[in-house]
């Protein structure tokens, strides 16, 4: 994951007599006017999770630059869609993946000019081209990060390991899983070795089935906590909960640890995008240069501890958090991993259908 890429560019630049001859037949040709650059706006909309941005980040640019940038915050990922959806004015919004891919297909997305994003170069290449954006036309990666098993391991009686311990009867009523129907199912279909992302009938038939047989176990953590799992799990509500790492974090707690399941994590990704209707396109390029300054992308881990795919970063990150694997997972612990893309309208309705007669189940 951490590999070092350096890739050259070489240019070879041809000089054509035959052009050269017939330019100078013509006469001398009126040189193109150069461009004036657009004044840059004197203030971005910055959209994203609360507490993700340190505030001195954008400090600096704005000392920089002089271009203030106003910190708009959401709760989830369904508030930032919709207002985009509803053409509210943000220049520069965080994104999932899975909902990157959706808002480029409503053509809701500016295309990026990386003439004027260059330090993209600084993002390693297995986090770009991905699926849900094929050559980043639309979007800049920012964060990653995995989906897995919040354990207080002084309440089992033997190691969490897998998915599929989620499904013991011991621990009915203390598994605790988040409402995420996507995630939810992946995780079911990577217990039974499937593809997060299957669109095969009898294997999510399946998976409805090894969804009704977990009923019993879980609760929804939003019914009970719709802030974090946190508390919880401290308290002894819950001995196992779907989440991430930063719940360990949070916890501060030596009974409480990150499990990353043997058949293999979710994975999931934040990035930068520029709504289509932005009018600030370039000082928004322009910011997402800067924030891709290794300088500034290490600044961002040191605060907010979210692994970073700014692979000229690495060396500038606190040692301490670099070689946490809380933070930066080792790559055999991932290499299973998964990313959720979109369905097609058909398969999603089947999903639809599994995940309903889940909640409808007793």
Known sequence: MHQHNHVRFIMIVISSLFALSVLMACGTPTPEPTPTPKPLAEELIFYDWAEDMPQSVLDKFTEEYGVKVKYLTYEDQEEAVEGIRNNEHYDIVVLENDNVSLMISDELLEEIDYQNVINIKNIALNFRELAYDPGNKHSVPYSWGVTGLVVRNDLVTEPITRWEDLWDSQYAGKVGLWGFPREVMAMTLKSLGYSVNTKNPDELAAVKEKLLALKP??????????????????????????????????????????????????????????????????????????????????????????????????????????????????????????????????????????????????
């Open 217 to 362: 176990n879980i609760v929804l953590i939003e019914e009970i906590n719709d802030a974090t799992a946190v508390p919880l799990i401290l308290d002894g509500q819950l001995v196992i909960a779907h989440g991430w790492a930063d719940d360990v974090i949070q916890a501060e707690n030596e009974n409480v640890e990150f499990v990353i399941p043997e058949e293999g994590p979710l994975l999931w990704g934040d990035n930068f995008v520029i709504p289509a209707n932005s009018p600030n396109k370039e000082t928004a390029e322009l910011f997402l240069d800067f924030l891709l300054r290794p300088e500034i992308a290490a600044e961002i881990v040191n605060e907010n501890y979210f692994p970073t795919p700014n692979e000229a970063a690495f060396k500038l990150i606190e040692p301490e958090i670099y070689n946490d694997p809380l933070v930066f997972p080792p790559n055999e612990k991932i290499q299973n991993g998964e990313v959720v893309v979109p369905l097609d309208a058909e398969t999603q309705a089947l999903y639809d259908e599994i995940w309903q007669a889940f909640l409808d189940a007793e």
